[in-house]
Each structure stands twice: as C-alpha cells, then as structure tokens.
C-alpha cells in the first residue's frame, strides 16, 4: 500500500477528477470476536462448529479485505474518525434464518460522517484490510443462525464520476447462542462498573458495547453515560437505536432529568428521538437553573436555546440567571438569547456585550448578528474597540448582518489602529460588494510576511465564497491560491 497524498476534501476533488477506469475488486470478509475493553471479558463464546459462533451479547468484527484485481494501480479513500459508524463504503448486511435482511438501526440518520481521509494506492494484486464492527449495522442479535455479507462501495471513483457496481464478498455463515443464565447481567455489570473508573479512551466504545447488548438491564448503565463526560454522550445519545424496550429507556431518562438535572444529548434524545414535547421537559430545566452546581445552570441554560417556541414561559427564567456570578453560565444564557425574538432578550444582549468576562462579551458579538434590531450595529461597532477576539466576531456578525449601518461600521473600523482588524473589516465589506477595497487588500497581501499573508488569502477566500463570485481561477478551492493570483484578482489585472 502506498499513501498518494494526505488531502483535505477540497482538495482531493479535482485530482479524483482525473480518474476515468472503474476499478475491479474483490472483497472477502472474515467474522470475529471484537476488541474488548477495559479488561471486560465478553460472555464465553460456545464451542466453534463449521461456522464461527458467537455468543449473544458479544461484539463482533468484520474484517473487510479488498483486493485489486484489476491492471492498474487502485485509489482510496481511507476514513479512521467516523464515530457514527456509517461508512458506508464498509456496508454489512446480515440475513437471518429466514432468508430476511435485517434492518439497519441507523438507517435514517443523515448520511455518512467524517471526511474522506488520505488518497491511497495499492497495485494489482495487492490487498488492504479493514474493521468494522458488525453490530453497528443491525439490532441485537437473538439467538439464531445468521450469514454476513460485506459490502464495498469505492467512494473514490463515486466523487470522479465513475460508477462501478460495489464489490460483494459471498456470505459467511455464523452463529448465536444464548448466554447461560446471568452470564449476561454479569457482563452488563462488569461493562457498567468500568464507566466511571475505566480510561476515558475505553468510554466510548464501553457504551457501544452495552447498547449492543440490547438488554433492559443496561438502561440504568447508559443513562449514567450521559454524565460520565463527552467520551461517553455521543454513543449515550445513539444508544437508544439499539435498544428493544424504548419506553423504559424514555421514562428512565425522563426521571434522570428531573432528579439530576441536564446532561449535554439528553434533551436532544428525548424530543428527537422519542418525540417527547419541550413543554413537558422545560420544568426540569428552570429547576437546574437554580442548582448549586454552575456546570447544571450553565447546561441547562444552553439547552433552553431550543425551547424560544415557549416565549416568556422559557425566556423568563432563562433572563433570571443573565447576571450568574459564574462567566460560564453568564456564557450559556448569552448564546441562548439569540433564539428568542423578544425585545427583552435583545436588551439583555446589549447588556452582556460589556461583561468584564471576554468570551462573554465574544458569544454576545456572535449572538446580536441574529437580531433584526437597527440597535445592534452600535452595540457591535462598539466592540471593535474591544479585544482581538471580541472585535473578529463583531466584525463577522456585522458582515453577516450586512445592512448599510453595518457596511458604514466596518468602513470605521477601517481607521482602527489593529492592521488584522482593519483587514477583516475590509474584507467584510469585499463580501458585501464593496469592490473599492480590492486595492487596499491587493496592497496589504504584496507587503505581507507569510503569517498575515495566509491570514489575508482565507479571508479572501471566504468573502468569494460566501459572496459567490469566481476567486482567481475558475476550477478548486478559492483558499488553494498563491499571494500572485490573487493580487492580479484584486487589482484586475
């Protein structure tokens, strides 16, 4: 195997571009105990007749291995930090006893995650392997017997316009069996009493490994996984996919709400997932509000951004804790108010753009860009003057505001001292369609050491892409430009 080249996406597509000969692969899949973690010893597998034989509970690993079978040498795409799971150029399809396919618990998430990854090469004849956790692709596994079929699909050639069939390996037979009596309560508890205790590297997949159990008895472990700390959220927030008995997962995260307060993909489970109404989780939140625990107040007041359908019954109590001694929660409740429409929320915005804590007054120069009010450009222009964090989101929020008192503040800004800031500020007013300052840009890049220089190239290109115009060429990135074509662009030479 050989790397062609460590590419972010915008750069890959034109050199994928070039390739026009649809590759010829075969795939075989091999079937086998995963990983285990943490020193957590999964359920003992039963005795391995003709086929591999798992038992339930147990993560398995499919170790998908392509092999170029073609004449010329084979690209890919290879992605390692795709934390949903769908890959789907690594595709698994599990048909059970009675020739049915069974359904894929993530079906209707939003497609696959992550990046493409590095471009790399493999010659004819060559092979290269990959692991994909089986359970990822279908409910709990019963006892039964099963066949796995892998599923191929060169992405690689798919961005190029070069369609080919996907590789498919023959099916492999495997097994099921039941656990022993408590073998699997035992497995659940040693999995559960790792949580808190084990390396936070092994959270995640401590989480996966309980929800593919499937069993009633790793509810309480899961919902605890919620407060264990982000290792653990997402696959928390994921786990009710896997899950047979829904109701008891809903009811047991509703009175962990109640009892213990907010935890970060809570909220976003109960309403998205189990559809649960805002109205009926609000309560939980004004409560946490109120908790001696700043980290409560500041979660709950973060989630109360998706609760402006409640008007005043949400924005009271969110306003409440507005002046909080802690600058994290003062934080939460300033990125909050930019949801609510009310007059009041964009009062106390105002109010919280002059906090004596910087990233309070920076989330309140991100936050007024979402106010209609003729009152927020003074508020923003102000905060030019602020910090070099401060004064960059104002000067953002101004260009995304862009009203004609907004492209007057940028032009003062213009006349501050700070070069960046005067920078940003014209390439605010580029974007907005002020072509007067493409010689002052133009000037600036031909002067400037290689830090600025890159600076002023990504502001560029920003501003051409959010305005919409072609940059300096007509093909790739507007950010994959030199100084010199991009100072001919800017003096239109």
Partial sequence: MRIVAGLTAWLVLPFVASCQTPPELALTIELQ????????????????????????????????????RGAEPYKYHDRNSDRSGRMDEYAIEVIDGTGAQLPDPRRNWSGPGGGPGGVYE??????????ILLNQWVPPLLPGRYAAIGVYNPRYYA?????????????????????????????????????????????????????????????????????????????????????GDRDAFRDLL??????????????WVLTSRFGVPRSQTLAPLVKALQSDDAGQRAQAAR????????????????????????????????????????PEAFRALV??????????????????????????????QALLDDEAAVAQEAVRSLTAIGSSEAANALRAGMRLADERLRLRCAAGLLQLGDDSVRPLLADALGKADARMAELIRQL??????????????????????????????????
């Fill in 254 to 267: 509703l009175e962990a709400l109640q009892e213990r307060g907010p935890a970060e993909g809570m909220l």
């Fill in 351 to 380: 109010v919280e753009a002059k906090d004596v804590d910087v990233e309070v007054r920076t989330t309140a120069a991100f936050s007024l860009q979402h106010r209609k009010e003729p009152e927020a450009v003074p508020a923003l």
């Fill in 303 to 342: 989630e109360l951004t998706h609760y402006a359908e409640l008007g005043e019954e949400a924005l009271r109590p969110l306003l409440s804790v507005a002046g909080d001694p802690e600058a994290k929660v003062r934080r939460a409740v300033v990125g909050a108010l930019w949801a609510y429409p009310q």
């Fill in 122 to 131: 493999i010659a004819p004849g060559e092979s290269f392997s990959k692991r």
């Fill in 159 to 243: 961005a190029a316009g070069v369609a080919p069939a996907p590789a498919r390996s023959v099916g492999v037979d495997f097994e099921i069996a039941a656990s022993e009596a408590g073998e699997m309560q035992a497995y659940i508890d040693r999995l559960g009493g790792t949580l808190r205790t084990g390396p936070p590297e092994s959270k995640e997949r401590i989480v996966q490994y309980l929800a593919f159990t499937g069993e009633r008895a790793a509810l309480p472990y899961l919902i605890e996984a919620f407060y264990v700390g982000k290792n653990a959220t997402f696959r928390a927030s994921e786990s009710e996919r896997y899950v």
């Fill in 33 to 68: 105990p995963a990983e285990t973690v943490a020193g957590v010893e999964t359920p003992a597998p039963p005795a391995r007749g003709p086929a591999p034989a798992f038992s339930q509970g147990t993560p398995i690993e499919a170790v998908f291995t392509i092999t170029n």
């Fill in 460 to 493: 560029l290109g920003n501003a051409v892409q959010m305005r919409r115009i072609p940059g300096p060429g007509e093909n790739g990135s507007p950010w994959a430009y030199g100084n010199g074509p991009w100072i001919t662009w800017l003096r239109g030479e």
